[in-house]
């Protein structure tokens, strides 16, 4: 205790005994502490609390606070003490009192910057995992809604909330999830949720295709409770993981649902269009560029008016590498800079790339698409996903010609194809194995019908 300012032993005495009460400073409210030791000092000695020695009956008499518990195990003890509950231990009793009254600190329930609606609730979820599972049973106001808590990590005991509704959710699943998370031998869980999934699910390294969606909305979170998903919320994690995933989960977004199912069908369709794009449109057009008979003449405009000594492929990729660049020193840009350094940032640099000859007009116009349109879905994970299936594409091109790029479109489609999910179905679940009804839900936003209309 004297190694730590924030570990705090306060000793106290009434009705002639001994008590210490242990808490860290900064997870504890003054006036919580002052209620409990106004409450204690009150006790006064008589014959029922002089012959009690039952822990549990002198917290039920004694103890004015909602959430208290009582246990004699030391390594619990010393884990809720430091997650910022109050330790009580009393002379004569065999068992420590633990009085949940710690406060985290958080910041405000805001909408997430990476997940925006334009209709609907604008909050989203916080660092502070109680106040996240707050936010889902206010949406969810079933018996069935359950939330149970693990620790992960033998030095972090990292709290990790499973949420499932026990109607919807595969039940051998929900078994599958909590056994792996109980068999977990790890130090700590230093990067959230990144940190989970790496070592709760099986990812081939060569495969980039995610396998776990995340979310910060809570009403998205709560749809895919209501699907019969599973999620993981992460103290200290602002997102909640969805589990299982498919590739055609990444389809649907929060915005479809705000509007009605014809402009939700729309905004859908031309999502899966753009997915499509941002794989293809590059290496098609590098394609047809390397074959210049090939391009009838009605497409004539998409050839290089100026050329330059500089190949295309070396032009693309410089592209695509400046790209995250600027995304990354977005990233380290301080707020109110970081929207106009990255646009200013790219005209400039896209200008002088051209007028020094780096590049030609028709490769930034065709990357920006690209940059633009992957933003298109709040997956950063598929996002890579498709960056790397594209460049893959490009190199086999330019080796190749159309057998690398059809050899490299069939080993995309086996990668996605041979992929599993969490729970060991097919990735491409309802098209493999085929169901028409999840099929043709996942194209086109129904009506909710909410009478027999």
């Known amino acids: 205790m004297d190694k730590n300012f924030d570990r705090v032993k306060r000793p106290v005495a ?26 204690l000092m009150k006790i006064k000695k008589d014959g029922m609390i002089a012959g009690m020695t039952d822990t549990k009956a002198f917290a039920d008499a004694f103890i004015p606070y909602v959430e208290v518990d009582v246990t004699a195990d030391t390594q619990e003890i010393i884990t809720m003490v430091l997650s910022g509950a109050i330790a009580l231990l009393i002379d004569g009793f065999p068992e420590a009192i633990i009085i949940d009254a710690r406060t985290y600190p958080t910041r405000s329930i805001e909408e997430p910057d990476s997940d925006r609606v334009l209709r609907g609730s604008h909050d989203g979820f916080v660092e502070t995992m109680v106040f996240n599972t707050a936010l889902l049973r206010r949406r969810i106001r079933d018996p069935r809604l359950i939330v149970e808590i693990v620790r992960v990590g033998k030095k972090s005991r990292t709290d990790i909330a499973i949420c499932y509704l026990e109607s919807k ?4 699943f929900v078994e599958k999830i909590k056994t792996k998370l109980n068999a977990l031998d790890v130090d700590s869980l230093t990067l959230g949720h990144e940190s989970l ?73 031309t999502r899966i269009a753009i997915f499509l794009l941002t794989i293809f449109l590059t290496p098609v057009w590098y394609l047809l560029i390397q074959n210049p008979s090939w391009i009838p003449p009605w497409l004539d405009f998409i050839k290089v008016a100026e050329p330059n000594t500089i190949p295309i492929i070396f032009q693309l990729l410089l592209v695509e590498l400046a790209i995250d660049g600027l ?21 400039i640099l896209g200008e002088f790339a051209v007028k020094a000859q ?9 990357m920006a698409f690209v940059a633009i349109a992957n933003f298109t879905q709040p997956s950063f994970e598929l996002g890579y996903a498709f960056k790397f299936i594209r460049v893959f594409l490009l190199i086999a091109t330019a080796v190749f010609n159309l057998w690398g790029f059809l050899i490299g479109l069939a080993i995309c489609i086996l990668l996605v194809c041979f992929n599993k999910t969490v729970e060991g179905k097919s990735y491409l679940y309802p098209l493999l194995p085929f169901n028409g009804k999840e099929l043709k839900k996942m194209f086109i936003r129904k009506r909710l019908r909410g009478t027999d209309e």
């Open 169 to 172: 959710a595969d039940p051998s």
């Open 197 to 269: 999934a790496e070592s709760l699910i099986h990812q081939r390294w060569y495969n980039p295709f995610p396998k776990v969606r995340y979310t910060e909305r809570p009403d998205s979170a709560a749809a895919s409770v209501y699907e019969g998903k599973i999620l993981l919320m992460v103290d200290n994690s602002p997102s909640a993981m969805i589990l299982p995933t498919s590739i055609f989960d990444f389809v649907q977004e929060t915005d479809d649902f705000y509007f009605p199912p014809f402009t939700g069908t729309y905004l859908r369709l």
């Open 358 to 366: 780096w590049l030609v007009p028709e490769v930034i116009l065709y």
């Open 327 to 347: 995304k990354l020193a977005s990233l380290n840009t301080p707020s109110p800079l970081a929207s106009s350094f990255s646009v200013i940032g790219g005209l």
């Open 14 to 39: 009434f009705a002639d005994k001994k008590a210490v009460l242990y808490f860290i400073d900064g997870f504890v409210k003054d006036e919580i502490m002052e209620k409990i030791l106004e409450f």
